[in-house]
């Protein structure tokens, strides 16, 4: 009997959370195109309070970060998201962009070439060509830097 009453009262305690989450996504979406990303990252946290597995949520919330000029909620963000979707074009980018300035030329370019892949499906590399010029300019930095005379 008990296992009869778990579906329906799961279902009823799921409806009862009120998360309209297309309609929120669509506000989310519509507040950072009017440049609005304070109110966007507001209705991306309610989104991902409520599902951190929200992968939508996530990308939201880095985009939103980056619009806000806060790079280390952005990282943290992408971070998040790659656990859910690594072939994600924006999360590699800003976390291959992360690993290039800290010095980790391996971890940024494995990250580079993953976003260049989704760049290539998408037909937008021309951002991920300079990143990976960027990359290997501050490796060969990094070479000269470490040559003993």
Known sequence: M???LT?????????ACGVDRDGMLERARVAGQAGDWRE??????????ANPLDADALEGLADASRA????????????????LRPWDRDAN??????????????????????????SVFKLNKKEIQRELIKTAAIAAQIERATQTP
């Open 93 to 118: 980018l800003a976390v291959g962009r992360w690993h290039a300035e800290n010095g980790r030329i391996a971890e940024a370019g494995n990250r580079l070439l993953l976003a260049y892949m989704d």
């Open 7 to 15: 579906i329906p009262l799961l279902i009823l305690f799921c409806a």
């Open 2 to 4: 008990m296992r009869l």
């Open 68 to 83: 806000l000029n806060d790079p280390e909620a952005e990282i943290e963000w992408s971070r998040a998201l790659l656990e």
């Open 40 to 49: 966007a990252r507001s209705l991306y946290l309610s989104l991902h309070d």
